[in-house]
């Protein structure tokens, strides 16, 4: 029998191991997505996962409303990859240079191929694309998040995108 989100959350602030396992298998592949598109393997997408789950279940008491338990716990997920990207950026962010501009053009994949695309790209092109493409956020924003400024920001989404179509071009060329 299926849980509520109500019922979910309530187990959940009560500590209760069915509630917990609840909330795990019905978010879990979400908060994987999440992971994998900020990161380039699997063994850190785990470890970010898991890393989320245990401050959701940390934080689970301060979530108001329980119908809005999937956009928070994608919220947190999104903030431990984050988290884990500022922790690990001392050396990415030094690869940076100039940028060409470039326009956007729709590319005709499916979000498969996009994310593995993503895995080709560096640990801050990655997260460039990711705060601007996916999470839509306006380049100040993202350069906020990401410590650096907007022109650094711009670049690593360029080449992030320069990288990715020539990995499904490449990948899908007959």
């Known amino acids: 029998m299926s849980m509520t989100y109500a019922q979910i959350v309530e187990g959940c602030r009560h500590r209760k191991p069915t509630a917990q396992r609840a ?13 994998r598109r900020y990161t380039s393997n ?16 940390e934080k689970i008491g301060t979530l108001r409303d329980p119908q809005k338990l999937r956009s928070w ?11 884990h990207f500022r922790r690990s950026r001392n050396t990415v962010l030094q690869e940076m ?9 729709e590319l ?5 191929d996009i994310v593995e695309a993503m895995q080709t790209v560096t640990a ?19 350069a906020g998040i990401m410590r650096c400024s907007e022109v650094n920001v711009r670049a690593l989404l360029c080449k992030a995108r320069k990288r990715m179509r020539a990995y499904l071009t490449n990948k899908y060329k007959d």
């Open 23 to 35: 909330l795990y298998d019905e978010l879990s592949p979400m908060a994987m997505g999440v992971c």
């Open 42 to 57: 699997r063994d850190d997408a785990n470890d970010m996962l898991q890393d989320g789950f245990v401050r959701v279940f």
């Open 73 to 83: 716990v994608y919220n947190i997920m999104v903030n431990v990859c984050i988290q």
């Open 97 to 105: 240079d100039t940028f060409v501009d470039e326009e956007d053009e």
């Open 108 to 112: 005709p994949y499916t979000m498969e």
């Open 124 to 142: 801050a092109q990655r997260m460039a694309f990711n705060l601007c493409c996916v999470e839509e956020l306006p380049m100040d924003k993202a």
